[in-house]
């Protein structure tokens, strides 16, 4: 082989090795000078390990190596002992696909010509490196190159293979009988095998790593929030004991006050209205502490009706009574305009009736939790509760707005609720839609919409249709249950 073209094949190797040393750093700050800085340097080292091959046959590749760490890591502004570690890497993987390379390019060669043609098998030789290292690093485990390179640690098992493929190089390149030289190519493709099973595994263990330092700052973030919210319920707490001392002094007082001035013959006008001063101040200042705390959230949306507003109110002191979750919310401007379709008092019954019968089932679980939603997008309206409660049973779903049913009779339930619903739902041609979830699937275990669409569909989607079907043959099947919502209420509808 030409002193030439020994000379063109050190460059190319040197040179990518300076391309596989920044994707193994994952460097991406070059530029123009930084690339001529490349070439000129892999130039000089290509021209300078050639005539020195004689006089330091081996020792002029360990001294190349001192010299391409100082010299990228001067490029990159990496730490010496990372750039040493970078180094050792990029020389082996470049120093093994070149020998696949000249191995794979020599055979073409020789299959083509008998003879072969040294130019003609290390430009191919070249161009076969080139390829397979630019492709290595278009695999998307290895595309953000070697992160845990910084570690010492974690990159001395990858070192030891690169360090055992540059040496195999190394022989190589000194000239070993054909024999060996097959013995030595294995060994090339033995160690390519393991730093690729080396790196795989190194880089799991860094996301899973990673994984873990990612959900330990989620976990401080969430314990941090809560003690913060724990701070502001302390603060509450504080309010509230300074307004209960308080109002245990004051309104027995006033109390005493009203007594005596109502059970006065001679009314005095002017002790009247200092009384009704009196009280108005005590809850304005009542209303003006409570709405400070914690106490008052979540935010109650506007509704422009204080009847339903007073509803909703009642509706969170209840789940707060009972440890309930409760959540509320509005989007789109739903009651902008949802009191031209529906009364005041027909939506109101919807809502104390859903929200109620929410509140009822997820107070007696584990998780209880309530979400109350408000949308309105493209002029169709929407109403929908989620709860974490017990799910329906399966006769009251078949029941539903066909005959009363309750599962609460010992405390009272009558099951006129749903009955009442359905009445407004038919009047209004709304469609009602129950969703329930694969117990462990989700926080909530259903969903209940009222829709207003002028569709008076009744649509069940459960993960329960077989047990449904077998009940009642006639319905629908797979997991939806389409239907017109039921128009005679005391008799059994097998469309329902």
Same mark, same amino acid.
């Given at each position: 082989m030409g002193a030439f073209t020994q000379v063109t094949l050190l460059f190319s190797i040197i040179l990518l090795s300076l391309f596989t040393?920044?994707?193994?750093?994952?460097?991406?700050?070059?530029?123009?000078?930084?690339?001529?800085? #490349?070439?000129?340097?892999?130039?000089?080292?290509?021209?300078?390990?050639?005539?020195?091959?004689?006089?330091?046959?081996?020792?002029?590749?360990?001294?190349?190596?001192?010299?391409?760490?100082?010299? #990228?890591?001067?490029?990159?502004?990496?730490?010496?002992?990372?750039?040493?570690?970078?180094? +050792? &890497?990029?020389?082996?993987?470049?120093?093994?696909?070149?020998?696949?390379?000249?191995?794979?390019?020599?055979?073409?060669?020789?299959?083509?010509?008998?003879?072969?043609n040294i130019v003609i098998a290390a430009l191919l030789a070249i161009a076969l490196q080139v390829l397979t290292i630019i492709s290595l690093f278009k695999i998307k485990r290895f595309s953000k190159g070697f992160p845990f390179v910084k570690k010492s640690a974690s990159s001395i098992v990858g070192c030891i293979v690169c360090? =055992?493929?540059?040496? &195999?190089?190394?022989?190589?390149? *000194?000239?070993?009988?054909a024999?060996?030289?097959?013995?030595?190519?294995?060994? &090339?493709?033995?160690?390519?095998?393991?730093?690729?099973?080396?790196?795989?595994?190194? +880089?799991?263990?860094?996301? *899973?790593?990673?994984?873990?330092?990612?959900?330990?700052?989620?976990?401080?973030?969430?314990?941090?929030q809560k003690d913060e919210q724990l701070g502001k319920l302390r603060e509450d707490n504080d309010v509230m004991s300074e307004i209960m001392h308080r109002d245990n002094k004051m309104l027995p007082a006033l109390a005493q006050a009203v007594i005596k001035y109502t059970a006065s013959k001679t009314r005095n006008p002017a002790d009247g209205e200092y009384l009704l001063e009196q009280i108005e101040k005590l809850m304005d200042e009542r209303i003006s502490i409570l709405k400070n705390t914690s106490y008052a959230q979540p935010d109650i949306p506007v509704t422009n009706n204080p009847v339903f507003d007073s509803i909703v109110t009642n509706m969170m002191h209840r789940a707060s009574r009972e440890g309930v979750g409760f959540e509320i919310s509005e989007t789109g401007g739903f009651f902008d305009s949802i009191w031209s379709k529906i009364p005041g008092n027909e939506f109101q019954t919807l809502f104390a009736d859903l929200?109620?019968?929410?509140?009822?089932?997820?107070?007696?679980?584990?998780?209880?939790? =309530?979400? &109350?939603?408000?949308?309105?997008?493209?002029?169709?309206?929407?109403?929908?509760?989620?709860?974490?409660?017990?799910?329906?049973?399966?006769?009251?779903?078949?029941?539903?707005?066909?005959?009363?049913?309750?599962?609460?009779?010992?405390?009272?339930?009558?099951? +006129?609720?749903?009955?009442?619903?359905?009445?407004?739902? *038919?009047?209004?041609?709304?469609?009602f839609i129950i969703s329930e979830f694969q117990p462990g699937e989700l926080v909530f275990t259903k969903s209940l919409t009222v829709r207003f669409d002028e569709n008076s569909e009744f649509i069940l989607k459960t993960y329960r249709a077989d047990e449904l079907v077998s009940m009642r043959p006639g319905i629908n099947g797979s997991h939806f249950f389409i239907a017109t919502l039921p128009d005679n209420p005391y008799e059994d509808n097998n469309n329902t």
């Open positions: 040393y920044a994707k193994v750093l994952n460097y991406k700050h070059t530029g123009v000078k930084k690339y001529l800085s #490349a070439i000129v340097f892999s130039i000089i080292s290509a021209c300078a390990v050639h005539s020195l091959r004689e006089i330091l046959p081996v020792s002029r590749f360990v001294l190349l190596l001192i010299i391409f760490a100082f010299f #990228a890591g001067f490029l990159t502004k990496t730490k010496i002992t990372a750039s040493f570690t970078a180094t +050792i &890497i990029s020389a082996g993987i470049n120093c093994g696909t070149f020998l696949i390379s000249i191995f794979t390019s020599t055979v073409i060669s020789h299959f083509f010509q008998n003879e072969g360090v =055992v493929i540059t040496s &195999i190089y190394v022989a190589f390149n *000194r000239g070993v009988p024999d060996i030289g097959v013995w030595f190519l294995i060994g &090339i493709v033995l160690s390519v095998v393991l730093i690729i099973i080396w790196w795989k595994r190194v +880089i799991t263990e860094q996301y *899973r790593k990673m994984l873990k330092e990612r959900d330990l700052r989620e976990y401080e973030k969430i314990i941090a929200t109620d019968n929410a509140i009822n089932t997820t107070s007696e679980c584990e998780i209880k939790h =309530v979400r &109350i939603s408000f949308s309105a997008r493209e002029g169709v309206h929407e109403l929908q509760v989620q709860d974490s409660g017990k799910p329906f049973e399966a006769e009251t779903l078949l029941s539903l707005g066909v005959k009363r049913i309750t599962t609460r009779f010992d405390e009272g339930g009558s099951g +006129i609720g749903y009955m009442t619903i359905f009445r407004i739902l *038919r009047e209004k041609k709304a469609s």
